[in-house]
């Protein structure tokens, strides 16, 4: 076996101390990096780059694709703990996880997401490994027309992603529709809607967006309601998952890592659309969609799932072809480049030391990361028990600090601030904030590729359905509106 | 008369305090403004100079990022900073001169003193392995018979890529082909790859690899010169078309006091021939190219008139 044989020389690389240290310095920077909302992956990578100069290359990336990785096991600590999500990733564990916290099953709800990050990870990685060269084919085959229908697809799931209402689910979809016109027009070179305001050229900052929306609005919900009020009612129950949430979430931990590695592999797909496609498609194939939103552990298995596994398929493009499909991987592409190397199609041929060992080295970060964060659960836990009254003057402060870390910028606090105000009212008004967000995520790619499509097709709408694959993905989409149309198996409680 | 002396005596203390003060610039470190987030090809590059320049400058280089709005938040912090050399700003073509062509914004380069160029982008065209055309010339050949069907990406409108295409286009007698804009270099080159499009412009670097792979091939590099790590391929001037050099260069506030200017663009002089610099530059494909405060602001003038010609010629001057 070619691959098994590549594989020993990746874990002696991967397993050298010096390189062992560094992977998992990587990883716990990684993870707490995750936690603190608003500082990013890519901000801290870009820190540490420098620092990096004097390592060889094989260590540089290894740390630093462990920080990368990390970042996707701790975003999910603040999600489940206080409702921020620190990345876009991580907004669909705030349903449920938030949820379970309250219910006093925090414990179970980061256990999951541990092990989810963990197995899809994993899975994730051995896809890499087996399918990298093919994948990247595959990946290259998405034209604007094929973005478009998967996009399409996308905003179709708007109406699984919300609980109550579907009317104000797609008023909310819309209304992310519009926040993502903001900017300037890659098509046209112009301007939209920004009103001079230098800030709002490009765009609406999405971070700042889901730490307004969703902790600064919870904070200011639960300060209405009543302050003093215990926010964690019940008793803490468990620190890990029981044998019932395993049974419940095992098809959803490999759905999860199924779709979100093929998502991951797509540049611009990314992590985001994994977690919220991942959400849709559980609420869709389960036998108590009603159960969604209200601390289902499925709820929080499967994104994390998929979050994880679209990290480890978005190296697919990096390392296969040397085209970065987001920021973080363009980072690292610089990494690569500042130590003298380049990814490429020619890669696993010129240095098959520095790809296999960095393969290697992610199976041993993804242990490293489990081994971390299992211990680290109880202490999380335990914040929990700091008095609300307390405890969310703490939760501001670090969404503040965390949005000014976003660029060295008071615009985005100015941004957070006014989309807590918003998501206090959307809350009280019965809107959810999750088909928003997805929309202002998808927004830009959705339009930007449609209209590249009709360039590409001197204009003829044809080119989305003679593409086989851009057919498909509408087909499925057209299913699906239809079925929901017709079956109603949406619970409607409003 | 007293007051006369006072006065006389206040001049001449604050006389000396500011001459002292010149005498020993710089006295605390110096920061880079980079108007884009950390990461990107000139943060590399600035980071790289910063990494050599304390021996050069009498004092540490600290590259701090300020992005947003497409650079104007950085390069509008820079223009209201103190004007004591202290603060200074990475500009480049597109940020100081393109930019307050096509948009709203409340500074041009004249808001600037020139410290000298850094760099410059090697930006090339490049198309698809297997298409009919085998060159540059070939490749205009084609066009003009084939009106309409060359699909060609950049990495956005109103890029300074767009800018040279249509040039290269305006100077063959006007190719017809259709623009598809993309989010950037990266996606641009990966549809290119897919056979999406049939030609891309842009940055030479992230090209490397696929073209190693070939599967797509250079045609033209749109620089003055022929660069480096492409030797074998032509730059645009070789054949009849104008070429751009899309220099980086480094700024300081409007009112900052020459000899201060002159301090820092003699510093960056000897920085970039330093050797730790050059080494560490070459491994990005990056070479340093120095030029000094009088003979780049000439340059930069002739470049701003073109770049006013070509947007106005394509509608997309500022309303």
Redesign the interface.
């Known amino acids: 076996m070619d691959v098994l044989q590549h594989l020993i020389v990746g874990f002696r690389v991967a397993l050298e101390p010096m390189n062992l240290l560094l992977c998992f310095l990587g990883c716990l920077g990684g993870t707490l990096v995750g936690v603190l909302p608003g500082f990013g992956p890519t901000a801290a990578m870009a820190l540490l780059l420098p620092g990096t100069f004097h390592l060889s290359p094989v260590s540089a990336i290894i740390m630093l694709s462990g920080i990368y990785y990390g970042a996707m096991y701790g975003g999910s600590t603040t999600s489940i703990l206080v409702n921020i999500p620190g990345e876009t990733a991580s907004v669909m564990t705030c349903l449920d996880g938030y949820q379970m916290a309250r219910k006093g099953r925090a414990g179970p709800a980061l256990g999951m997401a541990a092990f989810a990050s963990f197995i899809a990870g994993t899975i994730g990685v051995i896809g890499l490994m087996l399918l990298a060269p093919p994948l990247a084919r595959f990946a290259l085959k998405f034209g604007p027309p094929e973005y478009f229908s998967l996009m399409l697809l996308g905003l179709t799931m708007v109406s699984y992603l919300s609980q109550g209402s579907m009317i104000k689910a797609f008023i909310m979809a819309g209304l992310g529709l519009l926040l993502s016109f903001i900017g300037t027009d890659i098509i046209s070179g112009v301007s939209r809607f920004t009103f001079d305001f230098m800030e709002l050229r490009e765009g609406v900052g999405i971070i700042p967006v889901l730490m307004g929306v969703f902790g600064v609005g919870e904070i200011l919900s639960n300060a209405e309601e009543e302050m003093g009020r215990e926010v964690f009612t019940q008793k803490i129950k468990g620190l890990l998952p029981s044998l019932k949430d395993w049974m419940d979430s095992k098809w959803a931990l490999i759905r999860g890592a199924l779709l979100g590695f093929f998502l991951g592999i797509l540049p611009g797909g990314g992590a985001a659309i994994a977690s919220f496609m991942d959400y849709a498609l559980e609420k869709r194939l389960s036998k108590h969609p009603e159960l969604f939103g209200t601390g289902t552990i499925v709820g929080v298995a499967g994104p994390e799932s998929a979050n994880n596994s679209a990290t480890a398929g978005a190296f697919i493009p990096l390392l296969t072809l040397g085209i970065p499909g987001n920021a973080v991987t363009a980072l690292l592409l610089g990494a690569f480049m500042i130590h003298g190397t380049q990814p490429g199609p020619l890669m696993m041929q010129r240095t098959p030391d520095l790809f296999w060992g960095i393969i290697a080295s992610m199976y041993v970060g993804n242990i490293i990361l489990l081994i971390l964060n299992l211990p680290l659960i109880g202490m999380w836990v335990r914040i929990l028990k700091i008095p609300y009254p307390i405890l969310s003057p703490l939760i501001l402060l670090f969404c503040i600090v965390g949005a000014y870390s976003l660029n060295g910028n008071l615009w985005d606090i100015a941004i957070m601030i006014f989309f807590g105000v918003l998501g206090h009212v959307m809350r009280k008004a019965g809107f959810e904030g999750a088909p928003m967000i997805l929309s202002l995520v998808i927004g830009q790619m959705f339009e930007n590729a449609f209209r590249q499509s009709l360039l590409i097709g001197d204009g003829s709408f044809l080119i989305f359905i003679r593409r086989p694959i851009s057919a498909a993905l509408i087909a499925i989409s057209v299913f699906l509106i239809f079925t929901a149309a017709f079956r109603r198996k949406i619970p409607q409680t409003n | 008369m007293r007051k006369m002396i006072l006065v006389g005596m206040l001049v001449g203390v604050l006389g000396v305090f500011f001459s002292l003060s010149f005498a020993a610039f710089p006295e605390k470190p110096i920061q880079i403004i980079n108007p884009f987030?950390?990461?990107?090809?000139t943060?590399?590059i600035l980071?790289i100079i910063a990494?050599a320049a304390p021996p050069h400058f009498g004092q540490s280089l600290v590259v701090?990022?300020?992005?947003?709005?497409?650079g104007?938040?950085g390069i509008?912090y820079v223009d209201k900073s103190k004007p004591d050399g202290y603060t200074i700003l990475s500009g480049s073509l597109a940020t100081l001169l393109l930019h307050p062509h096509?948009?709203?914004?409340p500074y041009t380069y004249r808001n600037f003193k020139v410290i000298g160029q850094f760099g410059i982008s090697q930006i090339g065209l490049f198309s698809k392995a297997d298409t009919p055309w085998k060159d540059f010339q070939g490749f205009v050949k084609y066009a003009k018979e084939h009106p309409?069907e060359i699909?060609y990406g950049s990495a956005?409108?109103?890029?300074i890529g767009?800018l040279l295409m249509e040039s290269i286009s305006l100077t063959a007698g006007g190719l017809k082909m259709?623009?598809?804009?993309?989010?950037g270099t990266?996606?641009a080159?990966?549809?290119l790859?897919?056979?999406?499009?049939q030609v891309s412009i842009g940055d030479v670097?992230?090209a490397?690899?696929?073209m190693?792979?070939k599967?797509i091939t250079p045609l033209v590099i749109t620089n003055t010169q022929r660069v480096k790590t492409l030797a074998n391929v032509p730059a645009l001037p070789e054949l009849g078309f104008r070429g751009v050099d899309v220099w980086k260069a480094l700024f300081a506030p409007g009112d900052t006091p020459p000899a201060v200017v002159k301090h820092l663009e003699k510093a960056l002089d000897a920085t970039l021939p330093d050797q730790n610099c050059i080494a560490?530059l070459a491994?990005?494909?990056q070479e340093p190219d120095f030029i000094g405060t009088e003979k780049f602001t000439i340059k930069m003038m002739e470049d701003d008139k073109w770049l006013a010609e070509i947007v106005a010629k394509l509608g997309?001057a500022k309303k």
Do not use: C, F, W
């Not at chain 2, 701090?64 to 497409?70: A, Q, S």
């Not at chain 2, 259709?178 to 989010?183: K, L, M, R």
């Open positions: 987030a950390a990461g990107g090809e943060d590399m980071r990494n701090v990022n300020k992005p947003g709005g497409g104007s938040i509008q096509m948009e709203k914004v309409g699909k956005g409108a109103g890029t767009h259709v623009h598809v804009p993309y989010a990266a996606p080159l990966t549809s790859a897919g056979g999406h499009i670097p992230p490397i690899p696929l190693e792979a599967q560490a491994k990005i494909g997309l």
